[in-house]
């Protein structure tokens, strides 16, 4: 039996969050490629997409995941280094259905704000990652885990 902060918790969360990445990027028809993880407090995860914004042109465009507030998208800022976010998935889950995050990318690239949410969603504390081990797990035992 492990401590609830042990190392089988965090090895946990760590395959369940690329588990994880892979169901959205696979739903968004995008390779685990495209995703990019960091593990350290608050844990998070960016997924490059490969189109842009009416709105902001010459702008890139990602979807981001952390721990705290789940998935929002992002622009580069206007000097090309930071990420400035745009809108967040709304709703309470930190992780949300797959497809859930794609009808949050549709609406967005569709500029129907119905989905979208301005201001982050509650506030999850970061590194508690013993809480996001369980709804991470479905995706390491199903059909999306490419382990």
């Known amino acids: 039996m492990t401590s609830m902060m042990g190392v089988d918790n965090e090895s946990d969360f760590a ?32 997924v490059a997409i490969d189109w842009r914004l009416d709105r902001f042109p010459g702008r890139d465009l990602a979807l981001l995941w952390d721990e705290r507030h789940g998935w929002a998208a992002a622009v580069e800022a206007s000097c090309g280094e930071d990420l400035v976010v745009i809108a967040y998935s709304g709703g309470p889950e930190i992780v949300q259905d797959p ?36 709804p991470l797990a479905h995706y390491r035992f199903s059909e999306w885990a490419a382990l």
């Open 15 to 46: 395959q369940g969050l690329r588990a994880y990445s892979d169901a959205v990027a696979s739903a968004l028809g995008i390779g685990l490629e495209a995703c990019a993880f960091d593990l350290d407090a608050p844990a998070s995860v960016y």
């Open 99 to 134: 497809q859930q995050v794609v009808r949050f990318l549709t609406a967005l690239r569709a500029d129907d704000r119905t989905l979208l949410q301005l201001d982050p969603p509650g506030f999850r504390r970061p590194g508690n990652h013993e809480e996001l081990v369980e």
